[in-house]
Every structure is written in C-alpha cells, then in structure tokens.
C-alpha cells in the first residue's frame, strides 16, 4: 500500500529493477553531502545492524563495506528514509575523506553557468 | 575521459540509461537532506539558468518545475557535482515543505532496528 510505505512506520523499501535503492550520506558534524551510493537489502541491513556503513558497489558488483581497503570508514549516527523509500539518508562521523580522488566530500565543485569552479 | 570528468572543471554530466542525473536538495539554513528527484539536461540547465529547481518527473515523464502548483518554490543558493558527475547537489532556500506529505524534508523518518520512528 502506497499511503502505509510513505506514511507509516514499517521499514518497506521500494527496491529499484535493480534490486537498490539510493543512499546519500552527510557528514554529522559539518553537514556537509559527503557521497551519493546505492545499497541492496543486505547492504541495507548490514548497516543498520552494524553501524558503520555498507554499500552496494555497481561496478564492481559486490557488497562495499566503505573503508575496508582505505580504513576510511562512516561510524553511522542515524539513518533516515524518504516519503517512498527509495532513498536513505545516513549522518556519519567519517574516519577520512569519503571520495576516492582524496577529497572530504565527492562533492568539491560548484556548477556555474560558464562550468565547474573547484571549492575552496 | 574520466580523468577529466572526476578531476576537471568542465561540465559533462554522465547520464543514465534513461538520460537522467540524480539531483538531492539540503536546506541552505538548516542543513537537512529536504528530497532527492532527478534532472535531465534540461532540468539542469534550467535550474542553473533561472535559479530555481528544475527536476524531471519519472512518474509522470515530464519537466518539473518545483512549486509550480504548490507554491513551494526552492530557490537555488549553490549547486555542486560529485566526482563521476552522476550526482548534484542542490543547497537551496525552500518556500515551504518539500515534501509533497506536507513534511519539511521527505526525510521525516527514522530506520532503527526495530522499523521507523518519526522524528520530532
């Protein structure tokens, strides 16, 4: 049922074809959008039982436990989920830069009208 | 090349199969993760163009233009981009509930171990 997934308090993600649904993860204490991934089920339920946070890697097609190679792991403080559930939003206290470029955040450029400016 | 998309300043989003970006929205005051919609070039050269926020429907296959019946306008402060340009960031200032719950944010519950919680 539509109204009990968007309003009512039964964990019911609305997985994708692909079996994901969407995971965007801000830092707790700035704020700031760290990175945008994807989870699957047992992504889903590896994070909320372990506490630190799990993905689902698209490319490499396997479960990413975020920081098991970089030891940048994302102690998880809460997890939040969206009017249809096809989207968590996890605030995270990161061990190290969340982007693979070496970057805090994936997000370090702005869009302008005349192209990307590189954040300070 | 991707080393120019991940690391350059020109803009080249990478489009999905179905010609889409995934946009998220966080409140230029408050910090909260408001919604997550997506954006085809249009949407994006729209939003950037007229600063406000310009989604694209998949629900209904069609230009989105946030507000436009509901009031509830979301003027764009800032836009950022992730590294592998699949992803935008929209840091606005909303005119009223994103969410179309009549919520704040479309982020309103909680996953605990034990189902949702709303927040206070």
């Not at 998880?76 to 955040?105: F, K, N, Y």
Request: with cysteine; net charge negative; charged share 30%.
């Amino acid at each position: 049922m539509t109204d009990s997934r968007e309003t009512g308090l039964t964990l019911d993600p609305k997985w994708g074809a692909d079996g994901l649904i969407t995971a965007l993860v801000t830092d707790g204490d700035s704020g700031e959008v760290l990175m945008l991934a994807h989870m699957n089920a047992e992504a889903l339920a590896a994070t909320v039982d372990g506490g630190e946070a799990v993905f689902w890697s698209r490319s490499r097609g396997e479960l990413w436990r975020k920081g098991a190679t970089s030891g940048n792991v994302m102690r998880v403080r809460d997890i939040r989920i969206d009017c249809d559930q096809d989207a968590v939003w996890l605030i995270v206290d990161p061990a190290g830069p969340a982007c693979h470029t070496g970057e805090q955040s994936c997000f370090y450029r702005r869009v302008t009208k005349d192209g990307l400016e590189r954040l300070e």
